[in-house]
């Protein structure tokens, strides 16, 4: 099944406990927003980031994987994520 996640929904997620160590504004351009199609092949549920990464088809058919960063699993289970919400296969569309 398609499953549609946010990557700014996740960095919200994680805003107050990054705030004390991230930029956002440091490591992204905000006026430049991405959209990521593509399966999961990995998921990493840990402190003090979840990650997950998708494998994209890029525009010229080249396949490539990129690492999406959430919030904590406290901060997301808090917000109604469980660990098993997303799996390995499940095709998200990444909005960031």
Known sequence: SKTRFSLATALLLA???VSAHHSFSAEFDGAKPVRLTGKITKIEWT???SYFYLEVKGRNGVVSTWACEGGG???LSR????????????????DG
């Open 47 to 49: 402190n003090p980031h």
């Open 15 to 17: 805003a107050v406990p």
């Open 73 to 75: 699993p406290g901060a």
């Open 79 to 94: 917000r109604g994520w469980k660990k098993g919400d997303v799996k390995i296969g499940d095709t998200l569309v990444v």
